[in-house]
């Protein structure tokens, strides 16, 4: 123990501090996460999270079904994931002890709100006795307050009701926390007044509570010493703190402005892409038009008529409804007009677990349509990344004129990083034209308009409604080339089948070139897609410190391969591919370039942490 | 050519062969359709079709405007996407019973309470033709067929009493049998402003014929067709000596010298609340009933397309959208 004055003085700097919030569904964990992010993104520092929170809207009080938890990762550097073991847990409840200690680095420290842990709620969370005095903590630091008690006691004067009071203890342990890691406080208290705007009792709860939370740590005797993160040397540029659902919309919008096509979407809401859909509905000045439609089928369908009619169609949904609009992606395919699919993928088969991440839809986006029904697959390897991954979904979309599926997941739609702003101007223009009038001769050598036509992208011409000279029917039936009358005929399948492939496959002659980080040739190749992008970067870079020679490749476009994947793959030792499935992109690899890729699968509704890749890439390799 | 003043029948027939089986009902719906258009004055580049999977799928592809033949059921949701993007277009959707009420019902009854600017054609012939006759969601109960060799089990539906029970603003029914019948619903269905259905009755003459031989053909018609006219007493009958009364809320048909003619409902397709109009609606029940034909329904409101570009326009009163300003929106910092 330290005395005040030695204490105050005693800031010590690290290069960064993983922080776990845990408490009941209903104690706010995941606002005041927030909050200490936005703060820490505020002081400059790199950071990601990952927000963690029960199925259920209200899951049973105290119960360990219903621990909401939100960590975050900040740093002085560059860092991509929401890190390994957390330094510090904020328990707000014996249920959030439970689930969380066992995440904890050993010696750790432990910040307890002690009014919880009575009888009701330690019977509740499974304990036999109280964590807080049988030893469990032994080890750790502890660093223990009433804060329930301390919340109401600042709340008396001011005229709040105990019962609203309470509510407030979140924002002591955020004061507490707050002065722990010597985040600023002004940013927090101004967003207090303009989230509860109108609401003077609570501005004030919360206000006292903060302020409590941030004296007691300077009052009481605390044993952990405070921490400070210096800002992270990032390029320079403007930085937002940014989720990957809303960098998904936005990315969709920047694209339809330079694209100059109105977006429509049509989505269903459903868990955890209705975000998405909330976003868009806000940004009517931008033309967007949102139909939140009766079901998923037709969220897709609205949006396909749509496009029919010009627009950017648009459907957001997960693995569920995915699996739902199959029919009409196939149409789509068959009727060749633009369309973005957007599956932010959770936990599955079935309902399986809503709010966890898992990447297994992979399969079904490059197969899971009847007959042969190719389109474009393109995934987002970060929550900021979301924007360019949108952006280049609407760029294939309208250029090769198909439906695209935008591949996102649920740890990179909840999870925030920094982002560096783009110069809207640097962004590429992506306009189409609309067909214009005929484009072919008839037998009695009229001017026709043939839908079916196409470009030297073997795209057909974007013909919509209202246009003179090229009224034309299309369908899902088969149909002949060029002219687009329905066709029967085999041969005609057979090469409508063949160009339906081959237009896909000239994509990719639209790709950049990959690029292999880490050490280009080495022996040791790590392939990835998605979120695994900033576990696999970080084990990279833990692997090369070690003296280990490794090359990491990500794929932005995971239909059509790039055409320069099988040359890169070649004459390595080891291909290993982390993928948060059983292995579905491995086995694609395996069986498009006879490659022996090895998988590293996580299944657990869990993102990879960079500790874990690195223990099983050292397994593999030997 | 695109000057409606100007066109004809052949101007709004394509060149696609029809491929009904001879004699189907779809023959007389199409003539009568591609005779109105001419008269309806909108353009045909600003017309779309849009259809499910059926035999009255087919349509679109008779039709020389735009179309799209989609996929079994979903029609009304295409149509719905393609009607919000596109308000200064004319969609129309045509669908069979099974399409509309049974793989594709959801997206019906939500088009119609969402008043989407469209007018619905929906081909009742109480049977499936494509897949060779199997019984439908109207079917009456008891229907043999390949599916049901014992006979269906299944309560049909009434699609009067199905789109008034789901706020549909239009609400008409006819059938194949008389052109200008066809023409004036298709007519006042176009017109109307919002979701507007019209049920025909078709003759399916493979696998259902003579389904509503007893109400359409000719010499039956006085006695079995109650014309519905606004603002007049529902009568009907060679003298008009028969009507329809409320009686606690249930439509009955009595005679006219019995109760009077004040005692009879008098039609007003516009009243707010479809109470009225879906008990009579109720009077369909079987073919050996007197059946109304005509408007049930034409209530006035907003079309949801025009409510939402309303909503855009509202959003735009201080210009378009600053992608610049989207993406400095939340908090930002520099590093320099
Ligand atoms: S099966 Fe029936 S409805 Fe279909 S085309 Fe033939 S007659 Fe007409």
Redesign the pocket.
């Known amino acids: 123990m330290t005395n005040t004055d030695e204490r105050l003085a005693e800031i010590r700097e690290v290069d960064r501090i993983i922080v776990r919030f845990a408490g009941d569904s209903g104690d706010g964990m995941q606002l005041t996460g927030d909050r200490f992010t936005s703060a820490s993104a505020l002081s400059g520092n790199d950071l990601a999270t990952l927000p963690e929170f029960p199925a259920e809207i209200r899951a049973p009080a105290g119960t360990l079904a219903g621990v909401s938890a939100f960590q975050v990762h900040i740093s002085d550097h560059d860092i991509h994931t929401h890190g390994d073991a957390p330094n510090v847990l904020v328990a707000m409840n014996p249920a959030a002890m439970k689930s969380d200690l066992p995440k904890l680095e050993s010696g750790g420290t432990v910040i307890v709100n002690t009014d919880a842990f009575e009888e009701r709620n330690l019977t509740k969370a499974a304990y036999d006795s109280n964590p807080l005095e049988d030893g469990t903590l032994d080890g750790y630091s502890v660093i223990t307050a009433p804060m329930t008690a301390l919340t109401k006691e600042v709340c008396k004067d001011l005229g709040v009701k105990p019962r609203d009071a309470e509510r407030s203890k979140n924002f002591f342990a955020l004061g507490l926390v707050s002065w722990l890691y010597t985040r600023p406080t002004e940013p927090t208290m101004h967003w207090i007044r303009e989230k509860f705007a109108g609401k003077d009792l609570v501005i004030a709860a919360n206000e006292a509570a903060f302020k409590a939370g941030h004296a007691f740590g300077e009052t009481a005797e605390l044993s952990a010493s405070r921490l400070a993160v210096r800002p992270a040397e990032l390029p320079a540029g403007t930085y937002t703190n940014i989720n990957g659902n809303t960098a998904l919309s936005w990315g969709l919008i920047a694209a339809s402005q330079k694209a100059g096509v109105p977006i429509f979407l049509g989505s269903y809401p459903i868990t955890p892409a209705s975000d998405i859909l909330h976003e868009l509905a806000k940004h009517k000045n931008f033309g967007v038009r949102t139909l939140q439609a009766e079901d998923e089928i037709a969220a897709i369908g609205s949006a396909l008529g749509a496009a029919y009619g010009g627009h950017l169609g648009v459907t957001t949904t997960s693995g569920p409804g995915v699996a739902l609009k199959g029919e009409t992606m196939g149409l789509a395919v068959s009727l060749e007009l633009p369309l973005v699919i957007v599956d932010v993928q959770r936990g599955g088969p079935s309902t399986g677990l809503p709010t966890k991440t898992e990447a297994a839809d992979l399969m079904m986006a490059r197969y899971g349509r009847h007959g042969e029904a190719p389109l474009p697959i393109v995934s987002a390897n970060s929550p900021s990344d979301c924007f360019r991954a949108a952006f280049e979904a609407v760029r294939i979309a309208l250029r090769y004129r198909t439906p695209v599926i935008l591949l996102s997941d649920g740890y990179l739609a909840n999870g925030t990083e920094p982002w560096r702003l783009p110069d809207v101007d640097s962004l590429p223009d992506i306009s189409v034209d609309f067909a214009a009038g005929p484009n072919a001769l008839n037998e009695d050598g009229e001017h026709v308009f043939w839908p079916y036509i196409r470009n030297e992208d073997l795209a057909r011409s974007w013909a919509i409604p209202g246009t003179d000279d090229i009224m034309h029917r299309i369908g899902g039936i088969e149909k002949e080339d060029g002219t687009g009358n329905i066709s029967y005929d085999p041969e005609n399948h057979g090469a409508m089948v063949d160009i339906r492939e081959e237009r896909i496959q000239k994509i990719a002659e639209s790709y950049p070139s990959l690029e292999v980080v880490g050490v280009p040739d080495a022996d040791v190749l790590l392939v990835g897609w998605g979120s695994t992008w900033g576990a696999i970067t970080g084990a990279v870079g833990r692997l090369q410190r070690a003296g280990r020679s490794v090359g990491h490749v990500h794929l932005r476009n995971l239909y059509p391969f790039p055409n320069d994947l099988g040359e890169i793959l070649k004459n390595r030792e080891h291909v290993i591919v982390p993928e948060m499935n059983l292995g579905q992109l491995t086995a694609l690899l395996r069986a498009e370039y006879l490659v022996d890729a090895t998988v590293i699968s996580k299944v657990t509704g869990q993102p990879f942490t960079a500790g874990e890749l690195v223990t099983q890439i050292e397994e593999i390799v030997g | 050519m695109s000057d409606t003043a100007t066109t004809t029948k052949k101007d709004w027939t394509s060149d696609q062969e029809v491929r009904?089986?001879p004699?189907?009902?779809?023959y007389s719906i199409l003539t009568a359709m591609q005779l109105l258009m001419p008269e309806i004055g909108t353009r045909r580049e600003d017309t779309v079709f849009i259809s499910g999977i059926g035999?009255a799928a087919r349509f679109p592809y008779y039709m020389n405007t735009y179309g799209m033949h989609s996929i079994h059921g979903r029609s009304p949701a295409i149509a719905t996407g393609l009607a919000m993007a596109r308000p200064d277009l004319d969609v129309w959707v045509v669908g069979g019973d099974g399409d509309m009420l049974s793989i594709g019902g959801n997206h019906l009854i939500h088009a119609l309470r969402r008043n989407v600017n469209l007018t619905i054609l929906l081909f009742n012939?109480q049977i499936y033709?494509?897949t060779k006759g199997q019984y439908s969601p109207t079917s009456e109960v008891g229907k043999v067929t390949n599916s049901t060799p014992m006979g269906s089990l299944d309560t049909p539906f009434n699609p009067v009493s199905v789109a008034l029970g789901v706020e549909a603003t239009f609400v008409a029914r006819t059938h194949d049998m008389d052109r200008a019948h066809m023409q004036e619903m298709f007519r006042r269905a176009h017109d109307h402003n919002g979701a507007a259905i019209v049920e025909v009755y078709?003759n399916?003459?493979?696998?259902n014929d003579g389904a509503f031989a007893s109400i359409t053909k000719k010499d039956a018609r006085a006695d079995m067709l109650i014309e519905l006219t606004n603002g007049e007493p529902v009568r009907f009958g060679p003298e008009g000596e028969r009507g329809v009364m409320l009686d606690n809320g249930i439509a009955r048909i009595v005679e006219v010298d019995d109760v009077g003619v004040d005692a009879l409902i008098v039609h007003n397709e516009a009243a707010p609340d479809s109470s009225v109009a879906f008990a009579l609606s109720r009077l369909a029940g079987d073919r050996e009933s007197p059946t109304p034909v005509g408007v049930f329904r034409a209530l006035d409101s907003i079309d949801y397309g025009a409510a939402v570009n309303a909503q855009l326009a509202a959003a735009q009163t201080e210009g378009g959208g600053d992608l610049h300003g989207l993406l400095h929106s939340l908090p930002t910092w520099e590093v320099s």
């Not at chain 2, 004699?23 to 779809?26: I, K, M, S």
């Not at chain 2, 399916?204 to 696998?207: A, D, G, I, L, P």
Request: with cysteine; hydrophobic share 25%.
């Open positions: 009904w089986c004699g189907c009902g779809d035999c012939n033709g494509l078709q399916c003459n493979v696998f």
